[in-house]
């Protein structure tokens, strides 16, 4: 069992950024593909990036692309999302997702789930 926690939502507005971050306290993610998700009120959870787990992949959604970068330290095991130039629309609740084999998968190949961090971007 791996429990993820995500941290550094909060409220910006248009044209700023935040940096998500996604712990694992007492664990090792170092083996687990690692993916960011969303979730809108009303939408579906939908994928915002992945990182495969030697970190040497990265898989964006087109429109985030450009704007958000995601990285992990396996030797720290720390895990980040930077998301630039935030727009509206990306106000979500934002989740860090774990699996095996899992990366640039839908939600149902992780395994291991966040409990979601608030981003509300303001126009």
């Known amino acids: 069992q791996v429990q993820l926690v995500e941290s550094g939502g909060g409220l910006v507005q248009a044209g700023g950024s935040l940096r998500l971050s996604c712990a694992a306290p007492?664990?090792?993610?170092?083996?687990?593909?690692i993916g960011w998700f969303r979730q809108a009120p009303g939408k579906e959870r939908e994928s915002v990036a992945a990182?495969?787990?030697?970190?040497?992949?990265?898989h964006y959604a087109d429109s985030v692309k450009g704007r958000f970068t995601c990285s992990r330290d396996n030797a720290k095991n720390t895990l980040s999302l930077q998301m630039n130039s935030l727009k509206p629309e990306d106000t979500a609740v934002y989740y860090c997702?774990?699996?095996?084999?899992?990366?640039?998968?839908?939600?149902?190949?992780?395994?291991?789930w966040g409990q979601g961090t608030q981003v509300t971007v303001s126009s």
């Open positions: 997702a774990a699996g095996y084999n899992a990366y640039g998968g839908t939600p149902s190949s992780y395994e291991y």
């Open positions: 007492g664990r090792t993610f170092s083996n687990y593909e």
């Open positions: 990182i495969s787990w030697i970190g040497g992949s990265t």
